[in-house]
């Protein structure tokens, strides 16, 4: 390799974008991979960082396995630096993926070990005493202690981590010696702010490269690279246009961004929003939704936004996740339509599973991310020559107050 590139690995395509996109920020070219398959074929030499989804977060114990194989195709293309991008909020298979990732990394790394802090103090998610809090309040007794898909049953971190040593923030020598001579292999270390983030951070530098990262955004934030950086992207060339908002997330929150978004500026916005039960009844009503579909998006040229509620089905349709992934893959089979039959500038990406899909139904693998157009919504560019620059966004489900499709619009 030309360049020793930086690969993080994260569990869903939003966590794998939002973090990827503050290296971006800082200079080092970027490239998101839409799916890790597509690893395999990579030249990583195209850019100082590549960012990838496993989409493993609610897998269990089978993140282990997706975890491992993504790193692995990284190590084989000669990747000597790893990121392991975990939820702040420490929901789904947290645990098995840091499993998978040491079993990776060992194959290159004998002696591997992993430095784990989910913690985010600008967003208000912090660990104190080995305990997980988000705006003070302990993770379980938040939404996502009662997250529909991947619920967050304990505050404590080692009780989430079992195979862990819970360390407070020290100072760096101290934080060095007390890893290298411990013969356990995981260590949640607290962080009530952004300087015991930045001490990490420099922990992580002094051990070396056996260390696998393992955090949040807030993390990857304050690690050390190991590459040259580029030109940062000029953010006032960029224009939304036409933009095709597809919301598939099961959080309230991205329904009320949406909410606050037709009520003031979007009034006029195109709003398709079909009954879930319509979505799950695909083979019926498919070519139906599309005919409707296809009469509003040519009625104007504005916005158009396609959205639907899985929460809002009888849970005897089958679990929320089933139901989620269901509805996922249908709303992106019209979103999909919307970009075949009329011209779109952008995409606005409500929820990981959607997103997902979306770009894998366009025969998108991967896109250059550029920075945020508000903070945690990162930009990224199709260079793929069918939608070439075509820009995207992509927003995870519970993220940001309910102005922030109103602010993304008004860009």
């Known amino acids: 390799m030309a360049k020793s590139s930086l690969l993080v690995v994260a569990d869903d395509l939003t966590g794998a974008n939002d973090t990827g996109v503050m290296f971006a920020g800082k200079g080092f070219s970027t490239i998101l991979k839409t799916n890790a398959q597509s690893l395999v074929n990579t030249n990583f030499d195209k850019a100082d960082v590549f960012t990838v989804s496993t989409d493993c977060r609610a897998a269990r114990e089978n993140a282990i396995n997706a975890t491992y194989d993504a790193i692995l195709a990284g190590i084989k293309n000669g990747v000597q630096q790893l990121y392991l991008k975990i939820d702040s909020t420490m929901r789904g298979s947290v645990r098995y993926q840091i499993a998978g990732a040491l079993k990776a990394w060992k194959t290159i790394y004998p002696n591997a070990k992993a430095v784990i802090c989910s913690a985010y103090p600008e967003m208000g998610r912090t660990i104190e005493d080995g305990i997980l809090y988000v705006n003070g309040i302990p993770v379980e007794d938040t939404p996502s202690g009662k997250d529909a898909i991947c619920p967050v049953l304990s505050s404590r971190m080692q009780e989430l981590l079992p195979e862990s040593v819970a360390l407070q923030i020290t100072t760096e020598d101290e934080l060095v010696n007390t890893i290298m001579a411990s013969s356990a292999e995981q260590f949640v270390i607290d962080a009530r ?13 002094k051990i070396g490269s056996s260390i696998i990262p393992v955090g949040s955004a807030g993390l990857a934030n304050r690690l050390h690279i190991q590459s040259h950086k580029s030109d940062i992207v000029c953010r006032d060339s960029i224009s939304l246009g036409r933009s095709l908002v597809l919301v598939t997330s099961i959080h309230e929150t991205s329904q009320q961004q949406v909410d606050e978004y037709i009520s003031h500026a979007g009034g006029s916005s195109i709003v398709f929003n079909p ?3 319509q979505l799950l009844n695909h083979e019926v009503s498919s070519n139906a939704l599309k005919h409707q579909l296809s009469a ?52 606005i990406l409500f929820g990981g599973d959607g997103a997902a899909t979306l770009l894998e139904k366009m025969d998108v693998s991967e896109m250059r991310l550029l920075f945020s157009i508000v903070p945690g919504v990162p930009l990224c560019r199709i260079d793929d020559p069918k939608y070439q620059g075509l820009w995207v966004m992509t927003k995870s489900g519970g993220f940001g107050n309910k102005n922030l499709l109103r602010t993304i619009m008004e860009k």
């Open 193 to 205: 702010t952004e300087e015991d983030l930045v001490i990490i951070g420099n922990v992580i530098a």
């Open 296 to 347: 509003l998006i040519r009625s104007s040229k504005d916005n158009v936004i396609i959205r639907a509620n899985p929460t809002k089905v009888d849970a005897s349709e089958g679990s929320i996740n089933s139901v989620a992934r269901t509805l996922a893959k249908d709303l992106a089979e019209l979103a999909l339509f919307c970009l075949e039959n009329e011209h779109f500038d952008s995409l």
């Open 275 to 277: 009954s879930p039960l």
